[in-house]
């Protein structure tokens, strides 16, 4: 893991904090971009991405991988960036109550952060992070790389299109989920070489 990694976490960590603090303050922020994006059909497609079902199932995908591989730390590794990412989303959402943008039929569930945003970041860096550690080449690696953040983008800017999060919802999910992220990869490169 670079240096930049843990410095970019520290900013998206620091990015959560800041917004669990004053989104309240960024109503304005939030409705700008609602008027910006909601109702955009092409965002409205990566919103699958973060789907239960799909990250569950993929999840599952990944664990079965990794075990095949005799990988335990890779089937923990995704057990705690999914499962933990998860829980960490349900207890912050249960700290903040913060309620949902009002539309009909809206989710009931409460908003900050959005799990969506949180969920999709995770499943898409950490498969990311499993097909570029065998990678050589630096060009293919920003490929995949550059695929699973634009898939990411999208999924947590779908939110904010179908108008069930505010943006600083999305935002929060992100910085939050980012941070997640890079502990479990420093998790999982300190313990090379040891059984769990």
């Known amino acids: 893991m670079k240096k930049w990694h843990v410095y970019l976490a520290m900013v998206g960590f620091l990015l959560f904090v800041t917004l669990l603090f004053t989104y309240e303050n960024l109503q304005k922020f939030d409705e700008q971009m609602a008027s910006l994006l909601y109702g955009n059909a092409i965002l409205e497609a990566f919103h699958y991405f973060g789907d239960t079902k799909i990250v569950v199932i993929a999840a599952a995908l990944l664990i079965i991988w990794r075990a095949f591989r005799q990988d335990i730390r890779g089937m923990v590794f995704v057990l705690l960036g999914i499962g933990g990412g998860y829980l960490l989303n349900q207890v912050m959402k249960r700290v903040v109550e913060r309620p949902r943008p ?92 040891k059984f769990i």
């Open 102 to 193: 009002e539309l009909p039929d809206q989710l009931t569930s409460y908003s900050f952060p959005s799990g969506h945003t949180m969920l999709s970041l995770l499943l898409l860096l950490i498969i990311a992070y499993f097909i570029t550690q065998k990678m050589r080449n630096t060009g293919q690696q920003r490929i995949v790389w550059g695929i699973a953040l634009i898939c990411a983008v999208g999924t947590g800017l779908s939110r904010v299109a179908t108008g069930n999060h505010f943006a600083t919802d999305v935002f929060a999910g992100w910085g939050l989920a980012y941070a997640w992220f890079i502990w479990i990869v420093w998790w999982y490169e300190s313990k090379k070489g």
